[in-house]
Every structure is written in structure tokens, then in C-alpha cells.
């Protein structure tokens, strides 16, 4: 069974700038999750998508969102970038909402804002 | 509000050498606790999944047990293989993630 994916992996933008990142979860799953992991604050919650919609969602300003495909496959999306936006985000998958089930982690993206 | 506390930052430990990390928690009703594995670079990788006080759960070298406050992973016998950053999380809505404890196993 495939993993989780992320694409891009590796991703240099300006300040200002915008930036969609990818995440294709394990065949099933119907929850995706993103995360941002910095060195200062660890991984953090961004938000989760189940069933197309948005259903839990952490403390990050509004210029982070997303959204969910009829395939679970799920979009996350930052504008106006920030110095701070500069992390790894990770998506993580699992079979039920909620973040109580075992979650499956992809390998990431590495976004860097100059 | 749930928090959750881990320690030690850092270890470092004679291949062989056992020890335990440590998971301080605080919530309103558990929603399972839950043990990552992750290396540089990497994504984290699941280990463990606890849902009540008293549970415990092994693999391999790993045993992680649960208590109404906290959450312990012990290491036996340690290989270097084992050296990556461990990961406590509570689960829930907002699942919140420890700051993790860098594992050095030197050969």
C-alpha cells in the first residue's frame, strides 16, 4: 500500500508571495490533517479536512486554508508569506476524524521564505 | 487547557544503556495518547497508540505504558538505529504535540 505523498518537497518563495503545497493520502483514508514543524514551536496543528470539509482547525491566521478533493487528496495554500512561514509542513492521513486514530505521516515539505 | 510536557530534551546513551522518556500530560478527557518516531528530514513515523491508565504496548526494543498523568517509553538494550527524536502527541480535535526528546545511542 502507497504511503503518504507530498509534493513539492522542496520549496524556495519570497515574502509576498503565495504557495500551494500537495498531499495524496494512503488509499481509504478520508482525514488528512497539516501540520507546520519548526525548531522553536515543533509540530503544530494547522487544520483537518474529512469528507471534503474542514473540521477541526488550530491557531494559525487566516492566511493559511485549505481544502479537500472528492479523493481525499488535499490542498493546503499560504498567502502574503511571512520569514516565519519558513518550516516543514507535514500532512498525515487516517481512516476516521477527529486526530484520535493512528495518523500516517508523509515526508513533507520544506518551504523556506526569503 | 491540555498540555503536554516532554523530557528529557536530549539523551544520550551507551548502546545497551535502557532508559525512559517521559510524557507529562494534562487533559480534560483522553482522547488517546499517542508515541511518533522521527528522524531528520523525515515525517514522523507511528509507534504506539494508548487510550486508558494502566494500558501498555511493546515492540521490539519499545514498551510504552500510560498513567493518569503520564506516558513513559522505555528502551531496552538500545542499538544506535534506535537514535531519532521521539514524539508524545494527545489526540483530539486540536491534537497537541510534545516538543520531543532527541535519542543518542552511541555504538
Known amino acids: 500500500k502507497a504511503g503518504v505523498t507530498q509534493t513539492p518537497r522542496y520549496l524556495i518563495k519570497t515574502r509576498g508571495q503565495q504557495v500551494t503545497l500537495s498531499c495524496s493520502p494512503i488509499?481509504?483514508?478520508?482525514?488528512v490533517s497539516w501540520y507546520q514543524q519548526t525548531p522553536g514551536q515543533g509540530l503544530q496543528f494547522l487544520f483537518e479536512?474529512?469528507?471534503?470539509?474542514?473540521?477541526n482547525k488550530g491557531n494559525f491566521p487566516g492566511r493559511f486554508s485549505g481544502r479537500q478533493f472528492s479523493n481525499s487528496r488535499s490542498e493546503m495554500n499560504v498567502s502574503t508569506l511571512e520569514l516565519g512561514d519558513s518550516a516543514l509542513y507535514l500532512c498525515a492521513s487516517s481512516l476516521s476524524r477527529g486526530n484520535t486514530d493512528t495518523q500516517y505521516f508523509g515526508p513533507g515539505t520544506r518551504l523556506t521564505v526569503l | 487547557e491540555d498540555q503536554v510536557t516532554q523530557s528529557p530534551e536530549a539523551l544520550r546513551l551507551q548502546e545497551g544503556e535502557s532508559s525512559s522518556l517521559n510524557c507529562s500530560y494534562t487533559v480534560s478527557g483522553l482522547r488517546g495518547l499517542f508515541w511518533y518516531r522521527q528522524d531528520p528530514g523525515k515525517g514522523p513515523e507511528f509507534l504506539f497508540t494508548?487510550?486508558?491508565a494502566g494500558e501498555e504496548k511493546e515492540k521490539e526494543r519499545l514498551k510504552a505504558t500510560l498513567t493518569k498523568k503520564e506516558s513513559f517509553l522505555h528502551i531496552t538494550a538500545p542499538k544506535p538505529e534506535d537514535s531519532a527524536t521521539y514524539l508524545c502527541a494527545l489526540g483530539g480535535d486540536k491534537i497537541i504535540f510534545g516538543k520531543g526528546t532527541r535519542l543518542h545511542i552511541l555504538p
Open positions: 494508548l487510550y486508558s
Open positions: 479536512y474529512f469528507s471534503e470539509t474542514q473540521r
Open positions: 488509499s481509504g483514508h478520508r482525514s
